[in-house]
């Protein structure tokens, strides 16, 4: 684990590209005076360090190897007492170097006065430098740090303030934060220009391979690297800037606290077997999340660690979810084939089941539709029936005109009511669509039938007198029956008078229609299912049919009603076209008509269309045909029902693959049926009336 803590840390250091904060230290490398040798003269060196010291630099630390020095014993001798007498100048050793490398265990340097001794971690794995020593009792600041912080002009360390320290067999010690080489070379001067040293802390160091240099620097597995080019070293001087930087601003990584660093780990790895948990059945989208997730935690600690110098620990939780990834995909994918096994005997069992339970529903649906008329036919009476109760209460021996309009309105809309269902009946379900209304005068005398039972309300009719729809005039009166009653009910029971407006403007080939009341509004939780059959709330008695069937009145003009949100009351929109124009229904070069009543009228559409047709009246033939023939992209219409046939139109498609059809449509009065359609849609058929052929234009598609 140490290794991938290290590795993290490298890479989340490499990656943050700390900026540096200006510095009182600068650098002057060497290597250029060694002219591509292991070694500089030390008349060289003495020479520079006396330019060095002319420019009045405050201190001058001698970051080099004494191996670097090309001398002899005398010279070196002669070299060391003309620095004892340069009062601002160090000799810098790095802790832990092997004897003859650093100043402090060479015998010509070791009566030095003024040795600069640093300690710092260095990682037994990788031999990278990470961390720096604060204290080797783990009480005290240590002394040879307390000498640099001197030299260095650096503010003391309070051991027991300072953030992020790790205790490492008894010592304290921090992450150092590295910077890049190219934002520390800002702090670099070149040998011939030394102008800028005044006042500052000069660090002469060397940066080739024969030198001292750190080799280990942690960004040495990502840019730094040892070659014959002698580039790309990380220099004592950098090291000595970088180690500034991070003291002066207290900018070191800090370390997590054991707590902080469990809940993280437990928080992700928690997430982890959630997913397990939550795709148990879909594998593939487990492996998706499951490197998913390892890759966001990384990219959340990396921003803390980048915005807050915060570690938080990544290495296990990869390894966590490695673990993961390696015990739970088999498991899943093992699981998932053996459900993938019981999933295909399952279905061919619920296909039988299906085939049988589909001619059961056949017959609950058409009593259901049954049923579902006289629903209809309850609800949209109870208007007029309203209408009949006041008039009946008011008469007492005399029939007012007025009274004796509204009975003649109030019946009238009965009989249209009954007009067409009778219609409905004729036409075995059909929807029919009548010609032109005047929409003002359809409202005036729906309106003027409720003015007179509801004497506190306001009717306002706004409506131009030139808008003409395509609407039958029954059901404009149900329909905005339907949304009257609505608005009035809603105003009673929150005590307000009603007042009510209807208005319309035409638009583009659409007339738009706005239905706006006073009343409390609709709660937005009840907006979705506003429209639905059986949807009701906050009133007693609801069927929950109402704005249902003005949804389903709409749609066969090509309309839509809609709840718009409003500051005060209800509102809702509808859209009708100005006139309902023919859809284009695509349609492929062969065709298969299976239809018990008379197709002669349908077949000939589809020939003038350039359609192949082949017409039969019982499912039997059909299906003797269609197996003959197994030619592809056939178009199917077909009866849902077929009288003295046990078997339905969704047996002859279960008979036939799909890949042999390009369209499948059947006919029936049940398009109402949930349970019919969504039946219709498992299989790929589209469910309409037979009334759905006249209002369309039949084009050939090529499949």
């Known amino acids: 684990m140490s290794y991938l803590d290290a590795l993290f840390l490298d890479l989340r250091g490499y990656l943050s590209r700390f900026p540096i904060y200006d510095s009182n230290v600068v650098e002057i490398s060497i290597s250029s005076l060694k002219e591509k040798n292991p070694t500089i003269p030390i008349s ?42 340069l009062s601002n100048v160090y000799l810098y050793s790095r802790w832990g170097a092997g004897e003859g490398r650093v100043f402090a265990t060479s015998r010509h340097f070791d009566e030095f ?70 934002k520390l070379r800002n702090f670099s001067l070149d040998t011939e220009d030394l102008v800028q040293v005044r006042d500052k802390i000069v660090v002469i160091s060397s940066e080739d391979h024969h030198s001292g240099a750190i080799s280990t620097h942690q960004f040495a597995r990502f840019s730094f690297s040892e070659d014959a080019t002698n580039e790309g070293y990380f220099s004592e001087g950098k090291y000595l800037i970088t180690i500034v930087n991070n003291i002066k601003n207290s900018d070191w990584i800090k370390e997590a606290k054991t707590s902080a660093n469990f809940f993280w780990i437990f928080f992700v790895i928690s997430l982890e077997l959630f997913l397990l948990r939550k795709f148990y059945q879909r594998p593939v989208l487990f492996v998706a999340w499951s490197f998913v997730v390892p890759i966001l935690a990384f990219l959340l600690s990396f921003g803390i660690f980048r915005f807050f110098s915060l570690n938080l620990d990544f290495s296990r939780i990869l390894v966590g979810s490695l673990i993961i990834q390696y015990l739970g995909i088999p498991v899943l994918f093992i699981t998932s084939l053996r459900s993938a096994d019981k999933k295909l005997f399952e279905e061919s069992k619920k296909r039988e089941r299906e085939q049988l339970q589909a001619r059961i529903m056949v017959k609950a649906a058409t009593t259901e539709a049954t049923l579902r008329m006289v629903g209809q036919v309850s609800h949209d009476i109870r208007s007029p029936l309203m209408a009949l109760q006041v008039a009946s209460s008011l008469l007492k021996g005399q029939v007012s005109g007025d009274l004796r309009d509204l009975i003649e309105n ?102 738009v229609i706005y239905l706006k009341d006073n009343g409390p509004g609709i709660p937005v939780e009840h907006v979705k299912s506003l429209f639905k059959e059986g949807s009701t709330f906050n009133k007693k008695g609801g069927t929950g049919l109402g704005l249902y069937q003005v949804k389903k009145d709409l749609e066969l003009t090509g309309g839509v009603v809609s709840y718009v949100p409003s500051n005060q009351g209800a509102c809702f929109k509808i859209v009708v076209p100005m006139a309902l124009e023919a859809v284009r229904f695509g349609v492929s070069e062969s065709a298969v008509i299976v239809t018990a009543e008379d197709s002669v009228s349908l077949q000939k559409r589809f020939e003038e269309a350039g359609i192949k047709v082949s017409s039969f009246s ?60 969504e039946l219709a849609n498992k299989k790929g058929a589209l469910l309409v009336r037979r009334s759905f052929f006249d209002s369309i234009q039949i084009a050939k598609t090529k499949a």
């Open 44 to 85: 060289k060196l003495q020479q520079l360090v006396e330019k060095i010291e002319e420019q009045k630099a405050k201190k001058i630390v001698l970051a080099i190897s004494p191996g670097e020095i090309l001398a002899t014993d005398e010279e070196i001798d002669r070299f060391e007492k003309r620095l004892e007498k």
């Open 113 to 182: 006065s003024r040795h600069l001794i640093h300690k710092f971690h260095l990682n037994v794995s990788d031999q990278r430098t990470r961390k720096l020593v604060f204290s080797m009792d783990g009480i005290g600041l240590d002394s040879d740090l307390k000498d640099f912080l001197k030299v260095f002009e650096l503010p003391n360390i309070d051991l027991d303030k300072a953030q992020g320290v790790i205790d490492v067999l008894g010592t304290k010690q921090v992450y150092i934060k590295f910077y890049s080489a190219d």
């Open 410 to 511: 109030a019946t009238q809309r009965i009989r249209n009511i009954s007009e067409d269902l009778f219609q409905r009946y004729k036409t075995k379900g059909s929807d029919l669509v009548q010609g032109d209304t005047s929409l003002k005068a359809a409202l005036s005398e729906l309106i003027s039938s409720y003015e007179k039972v509801h004497e506190k309300a306001r009717f306002v009719n706004q409506v131009p007198n030139d808008v003409i729809v395509y609407w039958p005039l029954y059901a404009i009166q149900r329909s905005f029956s339907n949304l009257l009653n609505n608005s009035l009910e809603a105003c009673y029971a929150k005590g307000i008078d009603p007042v009510i407006e209807i208005s319309a403007e035409k638009q583009a080939g659409i007339i």
């Open 618 to 677: 019982t499912l039997s033939k059909a299906k003797e045909f269609l197996t003959a023939n197994s030619e592809k992209n056939l178009t199917l219409i077909a009866d849902l029902l077929f009288p003295g046939e046990e078997e339905t139109g969704f047996d002859l498609l279960d008979s036939l693959p799909q890949k042999h059809l390009y369209k499948a449509v059947l006919c029936t009065s049940l398009v109402e049926s949930a349970d019919i359609q």
